[in-house]
């Protein structure tokens, strides 16, 4: 099994006898089948959402602009986790052994921390550019050159630093109710990192530090959109609310799917948590679903949230520009100067 589905938990540290083994066959039963469907689901709903949006905005030049480009970002690590992640997890969970060799066990474990790390890092990116929309609407530094340049410095430093992860991780054989078993996990052994202090460093750097400076950068944001005594168009602000609602919506999605199991990891790597029950067994694997859900969540969030995004998604899945060209985005975009429209 994959390191975030703990594997140790379910190996048997003594005899069960007959009773509390039928009832972990019947768990393991409805885990290999209920987990796959609901990782399905997240998979199929992901995959054609965030598709969707990356079409929506390479191919539409009137949703270019420094906040859609991170959006695509976004849907493109997205993509890439749904794509090489969760299939590979969903059949860890449906099998006792891991069948798809050492190196794909490695970099199964390396892109699910590498789309992690962008995910929450795009955030990050989208709220300094909201941050720098609202409260600096005249300044050169927002700009789709420079967006691009801080995307691709983003995936080089996440891709080079999690290398070690990649090292770290591997096929280890273990007896479990005298079965012979193999799970793709973190090797304790390694000369790498030891495994509590890598997961209160993953808590510490994808999670914890990016939502406070996420936070403090919104406070200051909201002050200045709400309390601003400067002259600006109705419209302007109009947009400008809307978009950052769109942000703040995401980041919070972002920030309560991925908490539980970021909890359930620190807990672990300070020895506080055990999942030897049914209940927190459960809570567990639930706490992985609602993480690997928000793989999916954005492009619905951009569906309910952003109007143009609504009217480019109708335009892509009718395919019939001419009968419904009422569907096109307004020629509206944020620039430089921090003019909006509705993204």
């Not at 609407?137 to 992860?165: A, G, K, Q």
């Not at 030897?276 to 609602?290: D, F, G, N, P, V």
């Amino acid at each position: 099994m994959s390191e975030l589905q703990f594997p140790d938990d379910f190996i048997s540290t003594s005899r069960p006898s007959p009773e509390e083994l039928e009832a972990n066959e019947r768990l393991e039963l409805i885990v290999s089948i209920i987990v796959p469907i609901f990782f399905s689901l997240i998979g199929i709903t992901g995959f054609i959402g965030n598709l969707l949006v990356i079409i929506t905005v390479l191919f539409n030049q009137q949703m270019r602009n420094t906040t859609n480009l991170l959006i695509l970002n976004l849907s493109f690590a997205d993509l890439l986790f749904i794509c090489f992640c969760i299939p590979f997890t969903g059949a860890d969970y449906s099998l006792s052994w891991w069948p798809f060799g050492n190196f794909w066990c490695k970099s199964v474990q390396y892109l699910i921390i590498c789309t992690a790390y962008i995910s929450i890092y795009t955030l990050v990116l989208m709220s300094l550019d909201r941050y720098l929309a609202v409260c600096f609407p005249v300044n050169r530094i927002r700009s789709e050159r420079n967006t691009i340049v801080s995307i691709l410095f983003i995936w080089v430093i996440v891709l080079v630093t999690c290398l070690p992860v990649f090292h770290a991780h591997g096929i280890v054989e273990y007896m479990d109710n005298g079965r012979n078993l193999t799970s793709c996990t973190f090797m304790n052994d390694n000369d790498f990192m030891a495994w509590s202090t890598f997961h209160i460093s993953f808590f510490t750097s994808s999670y914890l530090m990016p939502l406070i400076f996420i936070s403090i950068l919104y406070f200051l944001m909201l002050l200045r959109l709400w309390k601003s005594n400067l002259a600006q168009s109705t419209e302007s602000k109009r947009g400008k609310k809307r978009v950052t609602r769109l942000v703040i919506v995401i980041v919070a999605c972002f920030a309560i799917l991925w908490l539980p199991i970021q909890t359930i990891l620190l807990l672990k790597s300070l020895n506080h948590y055990t999942a030897q029950t049914h209940l927190t067994i459960a809570l567990q694997i639930c706490s992985h679903i609602l993480a690997y859900a928000s793989s999916c969540v954005n492009p619905l969030l951009y569906a309910f949230l952003s109007e143009n995004f609504r009217k480019s998604f109708r335009k892509i899945i009718y395919c019939h520009p001419s009968s419904h060209s009422r569907y096109l985005p307004t020629a509206t975009k944020f620039t430089a100067t921090g003019t909006s429209g509705n993204t």
